[in-house]
């Protein structure tokens, strides 16, 4: 019996990797192909696509839709579930929509124009339309991981990465403009794997009615999730909006190559915590603190030693960048030792991140992350003009330990007990 879970387990695991594998491959790959047909101002742009997606669903839509993570596992019958499942995803789309459109009426009649839309209305409306997307994409992404999916979520990560690829050739080759193909083939795909899930999968809100149980406590857990959601856009994108002002086109289109290696890489650390979610919240929501802890540990370690894998790969691969990339896209070799700097403290931070989604402490984790966020915007704006890239990502990973440290020490007594 032992022998058979640990296969499932592993089974589960690689499932759940190889899916997001091929999902974020897709999308890096999407982003190369951007970077040969389209102009440093398109990568650019395009970064500025994925930051915006990643701050403004989880702050317009408080997280909502993606409690179901946590709060399904402490309503005990199914139709409560599925109840709460389908309550929590209108509330987080209603949410979305409504912020969206004040948002964007708000901008057309001040005149405001910014680098990703223009000012334009076209612009405006396919930002819209990507944001109820990721919106539903995030909703499903969580919903898929309540049970033993491993099968239907490996077909989800394949869609949403294939995906990315065929939609944005697909439009690039009928004459749309790159940044726009690039732009449908991320959120097209998404919006793909979406159906696919909603078709044939059978996400838990089958047979659910609207109902406002467990939707106060919900958003007492969530509204912690949405301030550690803009610490990760802090950490991952919010450099490509600061530093305008002292870098080029040019090195801002290398910095966005970067750092989405750097949300690739992070996003395989999150996987092999997601791969053991049930287990690990089944084991909280128990009352057994210790045995929780011990699962954490089981991601933890493996995070570590994927994080050494992949910088060690890429100080092999980086002779050859040269003969790979555009002659304007020029990386330094002290960006791989600030970039493994910022990604063993996001390690760190993500376990510390899995305590207090299993103490049911999110805002502690808040209030920590708030202080992190700030030691990152600070260190940014200080040493980027100086040190240009390093001095983004040695920000980004001092923020990040400050902010694991304190959530710690807030969470030390809870955790003794």
């Known amino acids: 019996m032992l022998q058979r879970l640990r296969k499932k387990g592993i089974l589960r695991f690689g499932a759940f990797l190889s899916s997001n594998v091929v ?8 982003l190369a192909g951007l970077v040969y047909v389209g102009t440093t101002s398109d990568v650019y742009r395009f970064g500025l696509y994925i930051s915006l997606l990643n701050l403004l669903v989880p702050v317009l839509a408080l997280n909502i839709h993606t409690a179901v993570g946590r709060i399904s596992f402490d309503i005990p019958d199914d139709k409560g579930r599925r109840d709460f499942a389908l309550s929590s995803l209108a509330a987080g789309l209603g949410a979305v929509a409504g912020g969206c459109l004040l948002i964007g009426l708000g901008g057309w009649l001040l005149g405001f124009r910014d680098e990703l839309t223009g000012g334009r209305a076209g612009t405006y409306a396919l930002v819209f339309a990507g944001m109820l997307a990721y919106t539903l994409f995030q909703f499903l992404t969580v919903a898929l991981r309540l049970d033993d999916r491993a099968r239907p979520f490996v077909n989800f990560g394949l869609i949403t990465g294939i995906g990315a690829l065929a939609v944005s050739a697909i439009a690039f080759l009928v004459g749309t403009p790159p940044f726009v193909a690039a732009v449908a083939g991320y959120s097209g795909a998404q919006l793909i794997a979406a159906f696919y899930a909603f078709a044939f999968v059978g996400v838990p809100v ?44 040019a090195d801002l289109a290398a910095y966005t190559l970067l750092t989405q290696f750097l949300v690739a890489l992070t996003l395989s650390l999150t996987t092999l915590y997601e791969s053991r979610r049930p287990v690990i919240l089944r084991a909280f929501a128990a009352g057994d603190i210790p045995g929780g802890i011990s699962k954490i540990d089981r991601s933890f370690w493996p995070s570590l030693g994927l ?37 063993g403290a996001y390690a760190l931070s993500m376990r510390t991140y899995w305590l207090a989604v299993g103490l049911h402490r999110t805002k502690t984790f808040a209030m920590a992350a708030v202080a992190g966020a700030t030691i990152n915007i600070g260190g940014t704006l200080a040493l980027g003009p100086i040190i240009g890239v390093d001095g983004m990502l040695l920000a980004a990973g001092s923020g990040l330990l400050a902010q694991a440290a304190l959530a710690r020490l807030l969470m030390l007594r809870r955790i003794q007990r």
């Open 206 to 249: 089958k047979g659910g009615s609207f109902a406002a149980t467990h939707m106060r406590s919900a958003y007492a857990y969530s509204l912690g999730t949405v301030l550690y959601s803009v610490v990760q856009w802090v950490t991952n994108y919010s450099g490509r909006w600061l530093a305008a002002d002292w870098l080029d086109d």
């Open 307 to 343: 994080v050494a894998a992949a910088f060690a790969g890429l100080l092999v691969v980086f002779p050859f960048l040269p003969l790979i990339l555009p002659e304007e896209y020029e990386f330094r070799p002290t960006w791989i030792g600030t970039a493994a700097f910022q990604c």
């Open 23 to 30: 999902q974020k491959s897709g999308q890096l790959l999407l």
